[in-house]
């Protein structure tokens, strides 16, 4: 993750302009601006950790935000971590992933929008693993979706990779993905996918969602690359993976669709390749982080 980028720093601007950051009143009446502050991040459960880039992204952001608006610049700081602690290291509860020295008042400005950023990312990241660990031992990898919260895909999707999993789509225009109601309304399987096949260009592949053995035999003799297995039982998922093993072994088989921690291993046993879960950035549970600050002189 390029956390310099520019894409970043719009994500986080526009989380501290959210909380009108630089307009911290509490913080502009209560502490003495030049007064610098010590503040640890600390874990209160055991999880993946992610998003420590995210820090200094902020800091960084809210010193652009200052200049813009005229405001005494918070000056220097310095986030200190242990040489193994990282994006997608397991953590202890109780244990301490970062700790800054800053300016206090930038601290305490800053202090919602790094914990929010770097809690959601470590839940999505824990979650993430928790699927990674039940499809061991077969050849299914997990894969995310786009039910990610808007305006923070990228940072959704860079946490699953820290918990094991791996990017499907970025957005609309990465790859072609035929849905249930595309084929419909383009007249089929088959002249849906040839249309698009006629169309594409050169090295897209096609993906297409199938509901049954006959949709997945219809799609491959039409030309789908991956076949997307949708409301299937597992044992439906094995006899469709059974039969494209057979006739059409480069066709890539993921399945998707109601995918939970409870029925992962099973889906993953049947021999698809991906197991595409929506739950990842959808349902995951922010972990529970801290900001410990204490008066620093240095």
Known sequence: MD????????????????????????TALAIDPDLRASAAILVRQDCIICGLGVICAVFDAFAAMQTRSGHKSSGRYEVISHSEMFDGVRVRKGQTVAVIRHSAAAIFSCERVILNLMQRMSGIATLTNEFVQLTQGTRAKILDTRKTVPGLRLLDKYAVTCGGGANHRLDLQDGIMLKTSHVVIAGGITKAVQKVANARKPGQKIEIEVRSLQDAEDAVAAGA??????????????????????????????????????????????????????????????????????????
């Open 3 to 26: 956390w310099k980028s520019r894409k970043i720093a719009s994500i986080v601007e526009s989380a501290l302009a959210e909380d009108k950051a630089t307009s911290d009143v509490t």
């Open 225 to 298: 690359d991956a076949l997307l297995l949708v409301g299937l039982s597992p044992k439906q998922t094995v006899e469709v993976v059974e039969a494209m093993r057979a006739k059409a072994p480069k066709v890539v088989l993921e399945v998707a669709e109601h995918i939970s921690l409870e029925n992962a291993h099973e889906y993953a046993e049947t021999g698809v390749d991906f197991l595409s879960v929506g739950a990842l950035t959808r349902s995951s549970v922010a972990v529970d982080l801290s900001m410990r600050i204490t008066a620093d002189v240095y």
